[in-house]
């Protein structure tokens, strides 16, 4: 990082990118909990570059690996990226409640940094593959009682739970599962009794009707070649048919033809 524009606002992509650079001095041994906490903390509240450029300042840039300087070309971020999706701001919306009845987040929507959801004798889901997300990590709390709650995430983020159980049980087949980088972290927490949180990992709908239409043109492909396959066997046989059919012929005219010789040769012969 240089000075040549200190003062230019920073994007959510270059906190994550000095954030990526800490995880790795975490990892290495370069710094310890305490001063990685702090320095994350002061990353994400980093609001220029000249806040950023100090924190990573002291990490070498080669020993284990590289460290990542920060771009200081604004570039808006891929459509669909994480990056992206991290908009900030607030939730459009940040509770729900079913009461012998049901409830549904689902499509595009923006996660708050804190979302709270309550279910009585009913249930929910709160589908986030579309959504966006108001912070890096956002936290699902889900009281059930006597009721079920289902938790959809994307591929690629990460999810932890800490939801407590009585006579109930939160989900925890997809924790541990590592996020793609810059991804968010989705931590789902809360109270079940009688009752269950469930989460699961499932593909966007966009990307899921993407993957059946390949799957459909590559059935329609292989379906294409086994009948061009079909009509070049058929050609082959019918080739090969008319060969043995023309090699009969020219043995039945050689046989004939050695058959008259004979005759004659006799008659003249006699005569």
């Known amino acids: 990082m240089t000075d040549d524009a200190p003062d230019l606002r920073a994007s959510d992509a270059d906190r994550e ?110 589908d986030l593959r579309e959504a966006d997300f108001a912070d890096r990590e956002v936290v699902v709390n889900c009281v059930a009682v006597m009721g079920g709650m289902n938790v959809v995430v994307p591929p690629g983020v990460e999810v932890v739970v800490r939801g407590i159980g009585v006579m109930g049980g939160f989900d925890h087949s997809e924790e541990g599962v590592p996020g793609d980088p810059g991804a968010p972290r989705v931590v789902v927490t809360g109270f079940a009794f009688w009752g269950g949180v469930g989460v699961e990992r499932k593909l966007p709908r966009a990307e899921r009707q993407r993957l059946k239409q390949e799957r459909r043109q590559e059935r329609l492909d292989r379906r294409e070649a086994r009948r061009e396959l079909r009509a070049s066997l058929r050609d082959d046989v019918q080739d090969a048919q008319q060969r043995m059919l023309e090699g009969h012929r020219e043995m039945v005219d050689r046989h004939l033809d050695r058959h008259l010789d004979r005759h004659l040769d006799r008659k003249f012969k006699k005569d």
């Open 17 to 126: 990118r000095v954030a990526e650079v800490l995880r790795d001095a975490l990892a290495e041994g370069r710094l310890d909990m305490a001063e990685f906490e702090e320095r994350l903390d002061a990353t994400y509240a980093a609001r220029t570059y000249r806040d950023l450029a100090p924190i990573t300042k002291d990490l070498p840039a080669g020993a284990v690996a590289a460290a990542p300087k920060v771009s200081m070309t604004k570039e808006p971020a891929e459509p669909g990226s994480w990056a992206a999706r991290i908009t900030g701001g607030e939730g459009s919306s940040t509770w729900a409640v079913a009461v012998m009845s049901g409830f549904q987040r689902k499509g595009r929507w923006r996660v708050p940094k804190r979302f709270n959801c309550f279910a009585f004798w009913g249930g929910g889901e709160i």
